[in-house]
């Protein structure tokens, strides 16, 4: 973690590094603008903190410098005592924060250490837009906990090989994603065609499938190419696959053994050369006991088998995937990309999400559009010996509830909450911190 900080008072200066750098932060300390402006670049990974009133030129004049450079450079102005309308100026010109002199050691850190964490966010979603920009047709998994890593390295290995792949997963993990960085690191020259077998009518299925020929059936006036045929030299992807008829689990089952296909009506039939990859977001092993699914397909299917892990059981890359969902909607929208605190991630990498990725891409485009600048993501109540809450864990756990419900009935102003609550302004601030609860305003 990096700083620049400029202060023309030297006790003040050496004092606040020295803050700075208990708090882990590697510090370069400049008496002036001027000093200060040879460090400034666009890419550079810190904060700054700059105080208002500098000699020469000013805080502000030094903010404008580094706005015009990145407007995502985070700025935390200090300004003296009844500088309001200074502050009011720096907030409008693109500061990420101010603080008012005097300040405590804590508001500091605070401060920095998120408007750090904002910089961090950023830089890496830049990385990402930029490999995205250089390979547009090559999607992502966005992520670099220790399981999306290892998953990358084993879909980069597996890929080239053209094996038949089954993908598991709950609903909003990523298993298309997943189908099309197979497809896109195979090297196949082919289509990607994406089958959703739970979307498709029974009475249509084998037609699209497999395609038919003039004649086969009542209406079919004229040849169509199924879709294992139009991924020919591609990947063909099976979403949903437990929902196939089981009449044709049989035919697709030769079909993946024969490798050739043949068209409703036809007496002969045509070489196939697709890679096959199918998910599934249930236990197909468990469904062939019942029944509902061959087992010899299953085997047939699952070559090679790759598990999509929850969302919260990755949750290191919920502050990653959160910016760039939300850069893409901020785009999309042309809406600005939204601020938040250390405090509010903490609370939403809590989070169960049970909707998974997808869940996580619906509620950032709520942040960019504004409605859910003050949501609080529910997190479970405490985990207890037994299945039953001791009575301290059941009195925080009411507590917290009554806390959420104070802030969402005054749209997260804290001051209007404790009023509401008749407790002290600096009370309430303590069980959100204690209860990790955001709030929207303060």
Same mark, same amino acid.
């Given at each position: 973690m990096q700083a620049i900080l400029i202060e023309d008072e030297a006790a003040l200066r050496l004092a606040t590094s020295q803050t700075l750098e208990l708090g882990g932060f590697s510090v370069q300390a400049c008496a002036s603008a001027e000093e200060a402006q040879a460090l400034l670049r666009a890419d550079y990974p810190g904060v700054i903190v700059t105080d208002v009133r500098l000699p020469g030129r000013s805080g502000l004049e030094l903010l404008a410098q580094a706005a015009a450079m990145d407007a995502e450079l985070p700025v935390i102005v200090v300004t003296g005592h009844g500088d309001v309308e200074m502050a009011v100026a720096a907030m409008r010109s693109g500061a990420?924060?101010?603080?008012?002199?005097?300040?405590?050691?804590?508001?500091l850190l605070d401060a920095v250490k998120r408007a750090q964490e904002r910089r961090r966010l950023v830089l890496e979603n830049r990385q990402l837009r930029t490999a995205r920009a250089q390979h547009p047709d090559v999607p992502d998994l966005v992520g670099r906990s220790a399981a999306i890593e290892q998953l990358k390295v084993l879909i980069r290995n597996i890929a080239p090989a053209g094996v038949d792949v089954l993908i598991n997963g709950q609903t909003g993990t990523g298993k298309e994603v997943a189908a099309r960085l197979l497809h896109?690191?195979?090297?196949?020259?082919?289509?990607?065609?994406a089958i959703n077998c739970g979307a498709l009518p029974e009475s249509v299925f084998e037609s699209e499938i497999f395609g038919h020929e003039a004649g086969a059936f009542t209406g079919a006036q004229k040849r169509r190419i199924g879709k294992l045929e139009y991924a020919q030299g591609g990947t063909v992807f099976l979403d949903e696959i437990e929902s196939m008829p089981m009449a044709l689990q049989v035919k697709l089952l030769r079909v993946l053994q024969e490798r050739r296909v043949e068209r409703l009506g036809a007496n002969e039939t045509v070489a196939l050369d697709c890679t096959v990859v199918a998910a599934t977001k249930l236990d197909l092993l468990q469904l062939s006991a019942q029944g509902q699914f061959r087992e010899?397909?299953?085997?047939?299917?699952?070559?090679?088998?790759?598990?999509?892990?929850?969302? @919260?059981?990755? =949750?290191?890359?919920?502050?990653?995937?959160?910016?760039?969902? !939300?850069?893409?909607? &901020? %785009? @999309?929208?042309? =809406?600005?990309?939204?601020?938040?605190?250390?405090?509010?991630? !903490?609370?939403?990498? &809590? %989070?169960?999400?049970?909707?998974?990725?997808?869940?996580l891409r619906n509620f950032a485009e709520r942040l960019v559009l504004g409605i859910a600048a003050t949501a609080v993501v529910a997190v479970p109540a405490p985990a207890a010996e037994g299945g039953v809450l001791s009575l301290p864990q059941q009195v925080d756990h009411h507590e917290r509830e009554l806390i959420v419900q104070a802030l969402s009935s005054v749209d997260g102003n804290v001051a209007l909450a404790a009023d509401n609550l008749m407790v002290p302004r600096k009370t309430l601030y303590d069980k959100l911190k204690k209860y990790q609860i955001a709030a929207g305003r303060k």
């Open positions: 990420y924060d101010f603080i008012e002199k005097p300040f405590a050691a804590e508001r896109a690191a195979s090297g196949r020259k082919g289509n990607f065609v010899d397909l299953y085997y047939r299917l699952s070559v090679v088998s790759i598990d999509l892990p929850r969302l @919260r059981d990755r =949750r290191d890359d919920i502050p990653l995937l959160l910016a760039h969902f !939300a850069a893409d909607a &901020a %785009a @999309r929208y042309h =809406r600005p990309l939204p601020a938040w605190s250390a405090q509010q991630m !903490a609370q939403w990498q &809590a %989070a169960e999400w049970p909707g998974n990725v997808r869940e």
